[in-house]
């Protein structure tokens, strides 16, 4: 396996070099170029006529949701990013002309994962590097008490070719989340104070035979999506017993909201509603206080089902 090379974190454009389009960057890219994984397997998303002479890149980036956008034609860079997740995607628009006004989106776990692809253009020192055909195959999110909401994403694709970049600059500024977060009303950890929390998303990439037996394909839309939350919450000891030991083992509600943004003159929500098993947690001390640490590995449920969702505020 190739070692990672290290980006200095300039700026990572989705789809096309232009401001509307750069992601908001919180630390370092990694791209690391596997052209050994090709050769055991092509995923069904690479187009044959794009493989020939081409390496498999692995491309690691951390980022924060903002508010760049592309009013004309009805794009967020971090969305086009997600939409290459195996969720589904509804995504709402509202204008009878440009520029269209923005109002919300829905990142669901689904039976039909989708089988979109992004292009990304990383930058350092001048020149691009384009990468096509490419999809997440982990997101986690994060926060954690007055930190800023973060994203990191690692992304498949094709290392395609390399040039100078147009340097269009960082655009307006934008409006970052801001450092508010804790549990909604019903979810698993109400009522008390939250520290940190993270959401990981890992879809399972497996070979399974074609129809017709032979040979292989490496495919996504026959296997599972794997969501693990990991929370660290304040509370006194008699939560112990009431809300955390007696239900080890059991479906609770992870009803959160990790921050919130505006886009486009709307504040959003940016909120998780999830169902899932408890499955283990652990007693700490920060600065004297106690702390309960909690892992819940989320179930397939109808109505609990939003990974994602920016929703204008009440």
Known sequence: MAAPTIIRPQLVYVTQEDANY???????????????IIERGTP????????????????????????????????????????????????????????FTFDGVEFEITQSPSNNTCTLLVVEGGQYRKFT????????????????????ATLVGLYDSTGS???????????????????????????????????????TLAERPKPEA????????????TITIESEMEADASAWATKIRDSLGTQVNFLFKWASVAIGGTTFTINTNLKGTLQSY??????????????????????YNEVLKLMAAA
Request: aromatic share 10%; with cysteine.
């Open 133 to 152: 055909n490419c999809k997440v195959n982990s997101l986690t999110v994060s926060k954690d008490a007055q930190n800023q909401l973060t994203l990191e």
């Open 44 to 99: 069904w998303w690479y187009p044959t006529s794009e493989i020939a002479g081409k390496e498999w890149a692995e491309i690691r980036i951390p980022f924060t949701l903002t508010d760049r956008k592309d009013t004309d034609n009805k794009k967020i860079p971090w969305i086009e990013l997600l939409k290459t997740l195996p969720l589904s995607c509804s995504e709402s628009w509202t204008g009878t002309a440009a520029p």
């Open 22 to 36: 750069m992601l908001d960057l919180t630390g370092n890219v990694e791209v690391r170029l596997q052209k050994e």
């Open 214 to 225: 032979s040979p292989f394909i490496t495919d996504w839309r026959a296997t599972s999506v």
């Open 165 to 203: 970049a147009t340097s269009p600059g960082l655009g307006t500024s934008t409006n970052y989340p801001n450092l508010c977060m804790y549990h909604d009303s019903g979810s698993f950890g109400e009522g008390y104070i939250c520290r940190s929390a993270r959401l990981t998303v890992t879809p």
């Open 282 to 303: 652990d007693i700490g001390d920060a600065d004297g206080i106690r702390t309960w640490s909690y892992t819940i590995q989320v179930d397939w449920d109808t109505t």
